[in-house]
């Protein structure tokens, strides 16, 4: 162009510098993102590179000046502390099994609610209410359920025939360290499993129903509909709710802290109920923030894997 | 069900035969392998909805008892024979700070929702619609901070609200609550909205811009309105989940007048050994009651909230 114009004789038109070519067409959504980023950087951001710099560091509460120790909270963490090792197996022993009794329940539960026609939003509320119930009240509910003297499930046992006969309890739900938690992992299902019923159930409204229909001319029995059809066309709902469950799981404080502050002699810990006695308990921000960024490597991958499945758009089809 | 003086063309009539009129006998009634399945159905339901309602039930029934009534182990707890309101009386007239609990919870849920969705759907907007350098990195930012939890950012955050009360003195306020839940809000509502503003046809918005309108007139003038069922979601869940949060209040309020609900119910009701079970259960209903009813009657837009981002 410049070159034709130039043997014309025209001078070649200046080229001008948008700020659209630097910056993309739509300036303005600068504007649109900046509250959102400014509280993001202060109240995020910066607190994690803070929380980075306290495990490095021998910060505690009301001290007057921190040292920078490098990895020392890490080399003790992993070394020395008998209640990070237990704590890790707890967190491992909660997460698998809350989250593998949610998958199975909730496929099951869902694949109920299919078939149910009458009463359908009483049932589907009904069911939902553990997930929008405020978690603390709603575990303080369970803690009477477990306490020791007032418990209606050892009352349950020892006054209902059969159980009664079968000579059961009373347990000490919250004092004996397996069945501690097991009571956790238990009140986490409770409030876990509406999530994945609901998401599987629109996971499920979403197969095509000219599949099943295909399967029932070439003669597919129920369970073959369901390994065949069913479960492979939910996988990628069951993916994403997997790795979101398995984040909160991974992080959960409220349960544990409500029921029984990460007792009896530890066995209930996580690294959220775990770094928060350190932290503000002992009062050893260093070493507790330390202990709560052992969560983070987890995190990052979960979120990498998530990410990728995101994108892939497939799964958000389904709404 | 397909009733004889009421003429219904077609449809629902047209699966059976339809019934002469007058007639009471009924051709081709339901089949019994489909009762059957239906029982089953039913049946199978019935622990998933039992089990689902059974702490809440307690919660309620418990708290209706008299003390002399929850301390009696020969009757059934299950059931309450002497209907006392005496729990929410002791509440409300004994305890000085239940009041105070509620209010600060209720104004904390309300400026945070409006602050996290006001700031959130601008956000959303920006990501949905607009194409400008680091449009991608933002979101991906905007992801990850969502699914960072509060367990990683507490600690340092005492620090970063001790920095703050040397100039403004917000300690053991509920404006530390009002700054520090929007952390997880924002994301939140910013990724539910953007999925919501995506099913948006770009062409309506078009068209206001062809008629003159500039970007925020056609942001608030036409999108909005259209995102309504997003935004109503938004404010659902964020008012939801600030009134459920429990880790950032239990750290950064220590006085007892400035706690929300599901914090001080916890640290100030149970109180030595012996527990107080009845005012105990009658707090923890009290303070589930507003939200389960909010529930109940927006139902459908938790179900298509949950389902649209998936949250936590």
Redesign the interface.
């Known amino acids: 162009m410049a070159v034709t114009t130039e043997a014309i004789g025209i001078p070649a038109p200046r080229v001008r510098r948008r700020w659209s070519d630097l910056f993309g067409p739509d300036i303005d959504g600068y504007g649109f993102i900046l509250p959102a980023a400014i509280i993001m950087i202060c109240l995020v951001v910066y607190p994690f590179c803070l929380a980075v710099y306290f495990s490095m560091s021998d910060a505690w509460i009301g001290a007057e000046n921190t040292h920078f120790i490098g990895l020392e909270n890490f080399i003790y963490i992993l070394t020395e502390d008998d209640i990070f090792r237990q704590t890790v197996r707890n967190t491992i022993l909660f997460a698998v099994f809350s989250v593998l009794f949610k998958v199975i329940f909730g496929i099951a539960g869902a694949l109920l609610l299919m078939h149910v026609t009458k009463l359908k939003r009483l049932i589907r509320g009904a069911i939902l209410i553990p997930f929008v119930a405020p978690t603390a009240l709603t575990t303080l509910g369970w803690w009477l359920i477990f306490d020791p003297t007032y418990s209606q499930l050892n009352w349950f046992l020892q006054n209902v025939w059969p159980f009664s006969a079968m000579g059961l309890g009373p347990y000490q739900y919250l004092g004996d360290p397996n069945l501690a938690l097991a009571s956790v992992i238990f009140v986490n299902i409770w409030r876990g499993l509406p999530f994945f019923i609901i998401t599987i159930f629109a996971g499920l409204m979403a197969i095509p129903p000219s599949l099943y229909e295909a399967a029932d001319i070439d003669g597919a029995t129920g369970s073959q509909k369901f390994w065949r059809i069913t479960l492979p066309l939910l996988r990628p709902v069951l993916a994403v709710i997997i790795l979101f469950s398995t984040i909160f799981t991974l992080a959960d404080f409220n349960i544990v802290f409500v029921l029984t502050r990460g007792g009896p002699m530890n066995s209930t810990h996580l690294f959220a109920t775990y770094s928060f006695m350190t932290g503000i308990g002992n009062r050893e921000i260093g070493l507790g923030a330390a202990i709560s960024l052992f969560l983070f490597p987890l995190l990052f991958i979960i979120v990498i894997i998530q990410l990728r499945l995101v994108r892939k758009d497939a799964v958000y089809e389904l709404s | 069900m397909s009733s004889p003086d009421i003429a219904l063309p077609a449809a629902p009539v047209a699966r059976r035969a339809a019934p002469a009129a007058g007639s009471k006998v009924r051709i081709n009634p339901t089949p019994p392998w489909q009762k059957r ?2 029982l089953a ?2 049946a ?2 019935l622990p ?2 039992a ?3 059974f ?2 039930y ?2 309620a029934v ?1 708290s209706f008892k008299t003390t002399a009534e ?1 301390n009696d ?1 020969s009757q ?3 059931w309450v024979s002497g209907v006392t309101l005496s729990n929410y009386v002791y509440l409300a007239e004994k305890t000085n700070y239940f009041e105070s609990w509620m209010l600060n919870t209720i104004i904390v849920s309300v400026v945070t929702t409006l602050i996290s969705v006001s ?2 759907s ?2 959303a ?3 949905a ?5 680091g ?1 991608e990195m ?1 979101g ?6 969502y ?14 609200i001790n920095w703050i009360d040397q100039f403004i003195p917000i300690r053991d306020t509920y404006w530390v609550l009002i ?2 839940y ?2 997880f809000l ?2 939140f509502v ?1 990724w539910l909205l953007m ?1 919501y503003f995506r099913t948006i046809p770009y062409e309506v918005e078009e068209c206001a811009y062809v008629d003159g309108c500039g ?1 925020l007139r056609a942001l608030f003038r036409i999108v909005m309105p259209m995102a309504m069922p997003g935004l109503i979601c938004a404010v659902l869940f964020s008012f ?1 989940l600030s ?2 949060e ?2 950032y209040s ?2 950064f309020i220590q006085d007892q007048f400035a706690k929300t ?3 001080g ?2 640290t100030e009701l149970i109180r030595g050994d012996i ?1 107080y ?1 009845g005012s ?2 009658a ?2 209903f009290a ?2 009651i507003p ?2 009813v909010l ?2 009657f927006f ?1 459908d837009y ?3 909230g ?3 981002g ?3």
């Open positions: 399945k239906r159905t039913y199978g339901v998933y909805v089990f689902a309602v702490p809440l307690l919660m418990t929850i182990f059934s707890p299950f700031v959130g601008l956000a907007y920006a990501l619609r607009l194409r400008f350098r449009v933002f991906v930012a905007v992801f990850i901070t699914l960072v939890p509060q367990t990683l950012l507490f600690l340092p955050l005492v620090d970063v700054i520090t929007p952390t924002i994301p910013t999925g970007r939801t009134w459920n429990f880790l239990l750290v609900l599901s914090v119910v916890f527990y079970w105990l259960m707090a923890c303070g589930t939200i389960v529930y109940a139902m938790y179900t298509s949950l389902t649209a998936a949250i936590k």
